[in-house]
């Protein structure tokens, strides 16, 4: 062999060994793709999150955290440095290495970044770390259960409505998630209830005037709980907390200063639950939707939802009174345009025992079909005088609503020829500042052709009005029976 | 020393120096808050569209990403507007979004244009989709705003189809 030939093959050698030595530890590498987890208060159920474990630690892509943490991402393809920028901070993250930097300060993480099929990959720290001291939120990894915990500090204590009964008052603390209470008492006329973890809805944090046997409420946040400090009226002396699931709440049952320790709260509670037996329902509000300039959603045809549920209360408006012997009041007769806040105004007028809304759907396509009943959202803060389109409903009233909805549902199911959409929640201005017991029913989508066909029929019209009457009279049995609200 | 060996030294010389200069150079970019103002980055948002089933469900976008809020806000909307897999646009296509403003403390104003409210089908189904995409977008995506106040054309409405309150800013904890 020529000694040029020699010293090529040693060159090609040696470039082998490099490459050999380059490469060998990558496939000596133990890398894993294993299925993890996020899960935050404002997510129901945990969302997948791909991460991944090397050698032992954990790892997730850069970009997924960069998106939990609503990060802007900008690349430096000459430094291979990707730079976070969340909020007003900045973290540098540069490939390859274990260092990275939240503005001035430096941190080291367990392993370094590192490229892995195409994406950046960061050690689990650099979450838990790293980004826990400049986002909001609370981050922590289970490594067993591979589940990175978000707590995002959002308000969990939502609203406060009370219940006036003869006997107490019932202050009902919704919570976003299941949470205790401790009542304190630093003066006579003072019931403080602590909720540790508890966060409170802005709106709701300082004073607001109560009902009842409580004159205010002070709501503050202290670091760790959150307090709502209610004012007792003259009456008031003896107060119970008690706690509620499904949907979580709080209730503080105050009760007249009896000067003496035998108070009935249980049986308060109870009877605050249960509606004190019989009710009657004498007087119903039937509110046709739309009117006038606004004709809400036009079918193929031409006919407008205006002039169905004009239609549909006409005729239940007639039944009722003839079959029923109920006070039935309609919020418009005519074609005319009324607010929704007017529409309220008129019903709460009468105080009437029953609103029922009624309405024609519509969708941004064609698909979607059926009738729906829907209830108004829960935990009004009935407390905010700065909202006074979320009424004044109390607990009562919302188990009578629910109850309500569930009778209308099932007649119209039973009657009409369309699907059922269930019971929905509804977040409209009419039946959010209607204080009786109120549904908004739709009846049907005109965007839908085969629906469509059905609400411009009169027959179909009539066998909704059909239904709805026969609701109302279940609904007044339920609760002549006492067995109203569940 | 031969002449070639001299050009070779201070080749080899002169090549040192452009890669010690090369590294300063590196080096003297600004570390910290090393972003320049004109470099735009890019940010993941999470859009919440109506599904064929009414119920809204996410998907993400990639969206140029800068130093305003407002200006972050807007991109994100215009995705929205441009609409989701399921081909269903909770914005009426025709709508313009014509500004956003910042209160600084929370409230986030979107002031579209009359298509919004003119080429909307009606509805409280799809207005109530309409409003939640368009809160829950905004809620998910920019922590620090809890409020949303729509306008049409600069002007104040009551409602949008007949049904949602739109007097006042939405709450964005009453959208989740």
Redesign the interface.
């Known amino acids: 062999m020529k000694p040029g030939a020699r010293a090529g093959l040693r060159r090609a050698l040696l470039l082998g060994v490099l490459f050999a030595a380059a490469v060998a530890p990558s496939f000596a590498e133990d890398v894993r793709e294993l299925t993890a987890r996020v899960r935050s208060p404002?997510e129901p159920r945990p969302r997948p999150l791909a991460s991944y474990r090397i050698d032992g630690v954990d790892y997730l892509r850069l970009?997924d955290v960069?998106?939990l943490f609503?990060?802007?991402?900008?690349?430096r393809a000459?430094?291979e440095k990707m730079?976070l920028?969340a909020g007003e901070r900045?973290v540098?993250v540069t490939v390859g290495s274990p260092f990275v930097?939240v503005?001035?300060d430096g941190y080291q993480l367990v392993a370094p970044a590192r490229w892995l099929d195409g994406d950046i990959v960061v050690p689990v720290d650099f979450a838990t770390e790293v980004m826990d001291g400049v986002v909001?939120e609370s981050v922590s990894w289970d490594r067993d259960r591979r589940v990175l915990h978000l707590d995002?500090g959002?308000?969990n204590v939502?609203a406060v409505a009370y219940d006036v009964r003869s006997n107490g008052t019932v202050a009902e603390i919704s919570l976003a998630v299941p949470l205790g209470g401790e009542l304190e008492f630093p003066r006579p006329d003072r019931v403080e209830l602590r909720i540790p973890g508890g966060v409170l809805?802005?709106?709701l944090i300082g004073e607001h005037s109560a009902v009842g046997l409580l004159e205010s409420v002070t709501a503050a946040q202290q670091p760790g709980y959150a307090s709502l400090t209610f004012r007792l009226g003259p009456a008031g002396g003896a107060a119970e907390l008690l706690t509620r699931g499904s949907p979580p709440r709080l209730l503080v049952a105050v009760s007249e200063a009896l000067g003496s320790d035998d108070i009935p709260l249980p049986d308060f509670e109870r009877r605050a639950a249960d509606g004190e037996g019989p009710r009657d329902v004498r007087v119903v509000v039937l509110d046709p939707?739309?009117g006038g300039s606004?004709p809400?959603?036009?079918s193929a045809s031409g006919l407008a939802?205006k002039e169905i549920t004009l239609g549909i209360a006409r005729k239940a408006k007639e039944q009722l009174e003839r079959l029923e012997g109920m006070e039935v009041h309609l919020t418009r007769t005519g074609d005319r345009f009324l607010?929704?806040?007017k529409r309220a105004e008129l019903a709460n007028s009468v105080h009437p025992d029953v609103v029922v809304s009624i309405?024609?759907?519509?969708?941004?396509?064609s698909?979607?079909r059926g009738f729906s009943v829907?209830v108004p959202?829960a935990g009004e803060p009935s407390v905010d005088p700065e909202?006074p389109?979320w009424g004044t409903r109390t607990p009562r009233s919302r188990r009578d609503t629910e109850t309500l909805a569930e009778i209308l549902l099932q007649r119209m199911g039973e009657v009409l020829p369309i699907p059922s959409?269930g019971v929905r929640t509804?977040?409209?201005?009419?039946i959010?500042a209607t204080r009786s017991p109120v549904v908004?029913i739709?009846c049907g989508?005109?965007?839908n052709r085969s629906d469509a066909s059905y609400l411009v029929d009169p027959d179909f019209q009539t066998t909704v009005a059909n239904a709805i009457v026969d609701g109302i009279g279940e609904y007044r049995r339920v609760l002549a029976g006492g067995e109203g609200g569940r | 020393m031969t002449p070639r060996r001299i050009a070779g030294v201070i080749g080899a010389g002169l090549l040192l120096l452009g890669a010690l200069v090369w590294v300063l150079r590196q080096e003297e970019q600004p570390v910290v808050g090393g972003v320049p103002d004109d470099v735009r980055g890019t940010r993941t948002v999470e859009l919440f569209l109506p599904g064929p089933d009414g119920d809204l469900v996410r998907e993400t976008r990639e969206i140029v990403g800068g130093d305003f809020l407002e200006a972050d806000v807007r991109r994100a909307v215009e995705e929205l507007i441009a609409g989701g897999e399921a081909g269903i646009r909770p914005v009426p296509p025709s709508t313009r979004l014509k500004n956003v403003f910042h209160d600084g403390e929370g409230g986030i104003t979107l002031n579209f244009s009359e298509h919004l409210r003119s080429d909307h089908p009606g509805g409280s189904e799809a207005e109530n989709a309409t409003l939640r995409s368009l809160v829950t977008t905004v809620g998910v995506n920019f922590p620090g705003v809890d409020r949303v106040l729509v306008l049409i054309d600069g002007e104040m409405v009551s409602t949008l189809a007949g049904h949602a309150d739109l007097s006042k800013p939405l709450n964005v904890q009453d959208y989740r």
């Open positions: 404002e970009n960069a998106q609503r990060s802007t991402k900008y690349w000459e430094l730079v920028k900045r540098r930097f503005d001035d909001p995002t959002e308000p939502l809805q802005h709106r939707g739309h606004d809400g959603v036009t939802e607010s929704a806040e309405h024609c759907n519509g969708w941004f396509d698909n979607l829907g959202r909202l389109r959409r509804a977040p409209f201005a009419m959010e908004h739709e989508f005109l965007t």
